[in-house]
């Protein structure tokens, strides 16, 4: 029965690792994988020889900065908020609302943003009423960053805070009467009570989310982003997108790839390293 | 509770205030794109963009854009192609993955420890982009065939490890009692296993549907005919490259950017519908996934 899985896993995902020693080849699809000439390290002193390697890597760890420090917190006192609603009919309405963008696609999300942040489109013509001069936003790489991290808290925010919201619900209620009865108030209990009690879910997740700091998708920049905006927009694997899948200059791509691959590995395995040292919780 | 309540201080009162009217602003930011949408998807083209500021309702009231967007070959085409990914690549996916699980949750089986930790280094290391589209497009010839958009990504090891977590708290006495009486582990996996594992199999059914309706990456790189294009990809023609031209033939060249904006709405809302729709009633389903997911192997 293991049989199906086992050859998935093999083609689909052990495959690729094989077929990524391309990226240690002069590669033509012609010649296949076996056939084309070894040249070493040249794909890879090629990228690092580049005008661009400095740019990649700008923005793709700006991007994941500004997603550490905006976008991280941003579940966890949405969580924090929530908890300390009492009209519990108005909470499930916060949550069903704020969930909902995670089930929406990039495309129809990316499609809206073009849409409002269009001149004369709805943020300007808002803006306009106020006496602020419209700006095409999509086409200023000004903004890209804030719209990219900016879109990415607006879809996902909601759906974050689950996890906590279970860790909270699981913190032990007598450490709240206790607290009460020692004359704490809400603020107090938040503060001493709630937030250590999920800290260990909050520090966990903060470290893999370091383990992510050399990742930003394709799938959305390539949608979010134009030649306008490639000086900001163009993250690694965007990069690798356009030389490999569109400008078929397969060996070369998939060693930036490769490269990255490894530092993102890298980069998990020493945060997994330090999450189990700092509160006995990993990933494997 | 109701000591805390009584005792409630000033400061409690005005922070639980601003807290409300925060949480609500959050609603408000969310929910107010979908609504604009929905609202000028149904306004007179015209009216709507000569209009400057926010909607609070339709501007006029017509279905012009929805008629165009339905009779749009390529929509229907793109929905006929995306209901087809749905339906045939989830029930391939919770075939390999419902058997991969449950061969992966019984005690006993061969080399388990070093097949799961195979499986799981895929978590975290892949080959990368570009030889999974050599692979997959070259290689294997699916390149422009409906296979590579279900076969490529027919288990997903979060809903793997999900699922064989679901399984491995059917208690082994049932299983026991149903191997003495002869049945073969087909028989246990579809009599006994998975009856007793609906809410996990639920949300996995529902995280697998919902990936495929979204996704658009694997039809952008494998796919060439048009009539292989799901609706994400159609949606991508319209509202990204802006691409209109096909539902606005009849109309003179002066009326076309602003049918063409009406357009884009409907088709945001005709695509996004069937989530918004079955979303509230599942919604608890997906957030028991949510947190089936998080939790490590």
């Known amino acids: 029965m293991l049989a199906p899985v086992i050859a ?12 990524a020693i391309i990226a240690f080849k002069d590669f033509s699809p012609a010649e296949g994988i076996l056939g084309s000439p070894w040249i070493g390290l040249q794909n890879f002193q090629d990228f690092f020889g580049s005008v661009y390697i400095l740019r990649l890597i700008r923005n793709t760890l700006a991007i994941n900065v500004l997603d550490v420090i905006f976008g991280f917190p941003a579940p966890i006192v949405l969580a924090l908020l929530l908890n300390e609603l009492t009209n519990q009919h108005f909470k499930r309405w916060v949550q069903t609302i704020t969930y909902l963008p995670h089930f929406m696609s990039l495309v129809v999300v990316v499609g809206i943003m073009i849409d409002f942040l269009a001149r004369g489109g709805l943020i300007n013509n808002v803006l306009g009423i106020v006496g602020i001069q419209s700006t095409a936003f999509i086409q200023e790489s000004n903004w890209y960053w804030i719209l990219y991290v900016g879109s ?3 879809q996902s925010v909601g759906w974050g805070s689950i996890i906590y919201l279970a860790a909270i619900a699981n913190v032990d209620p007598a450490l709240y009467e206790a607290a009460v009865v020692d004359g704490a108030n809400r603020w107090r209990q938040m503060l001493h009570i709630t937030l250590p009690g999920i800290m260990p879910m909050i520090v966990t997740l903060l470290i893999l989310r370091i ?5 930003v998708g394709y799938e959305k920049t390539i949608l979010l982003y134009n030649p306008s905006t490639y000086d900001t927009a163009d993250v690694i694997s965007s990069y690798v997108y356009r030389k490999g899948v569109l400008g078929m200059d397969y060996g070369f791509s998939a060693a930036v790839g490769l490269f990255n691959s490894v530092i993102n590995f890298a980069l998990l395995f020493a945060a997994n390293r330090l999450s189990r040292r700092a509160n006995q919780m990993s990933l494997w | 509770m109701s000591t805390h309540a009584i005792r409630r201080s000033r400061g409690e009162q005005a922070f639980s205030v601003l807290n409300i009217i925060l949480l609500a602003l959050l609603m ?11 609202f000028a998807s149904l306004s007179e083209p015209s009216l709507i963009v000569a209009y400057r500021g926010a909607l609070l309702k339709p501007l006029g009231l017509t279905m012009d854009a929805y008629t165009r967007v339905l009779q749009n070959p390529m929509i229907a085409i793109g929905y006929r192609n995306t209901l087809f990914y749905v339906v045939a690549g989830t029930a391939l996916n919770m075939s390999l993955t419902c058997l991969g699980a449950y061969a992966l949750s019984r005690q006993n089986v061969m080399f388990k420890r070093p097949i799961m930790l195979l499986i799981i280094f895929t978590l975290f ?5 570009i030889p999974t589209f050599l692979l997959v497009g070259q290689t294997l010839h ?6 590579a958009l279900i076969v490529p990504t027919a288990v997903n090891t979060i809903n793997l490890i999900i699922l064989k977590t679901a399984f491995e708290s059917v208690p082994v006495s049932l299983e026991e009692a149903a191997r003495i009486d002869g049945a073969n582990d087909f028989t246990i996996l579809f009599r006994v296993v998975l009856p007793l594992s609906l809410p996990a199999l639920s949300v996995v059914v529902l995280f697998y ?3 495929h309706w979204n996704s658009y990456f694997q039809a952008l790189i494998f796919i060439q005919s048009r009539d292989l294009y799901p609706l994400q ?3 991508r023609e319209i509202l990204i490259t802006s691409n209109v031209e096909s539902m606005t033939t009849s109309v003179s060249s002066a009326d076309t950017f602003e049918i063409g904006q009406t357009i884009k709405y409907a088709t945001i809302v005709v695509a996004t519908l069937p989530i918004l729709l079955i979303y509230p009633f599942l919604q608890r389903y997906f957030v028991k996934g949510a947190l089936l997911g998080a939790i490590k192997e």
């Open chain 1, 8 to 19: 998935y896993y093999v083609i689909f995902h052990y495959g690729p690792m094989y077929g």
């Open chain 1, 152 to 154: 990415s808290i607006w």
């Open chain 1, 211 to 215: 383990g992510m700091m050399m990742s």
């Open chain 2, 28 to 38: 408000l930011i969310t929910a107010y794109p979908l609504l604009y949408v929905v």
């Open chain 2, 125 to 129: 290391f892949n080959g990368g982009l």
């Open chain 2, 142 to 147: 699916m390149a422009d065939t409906v296979w």
């Open chain 2, 209 to 211: 549907a919902v990936a």
């Open chain 2, 233 to 235: 990809l159609v949606l």
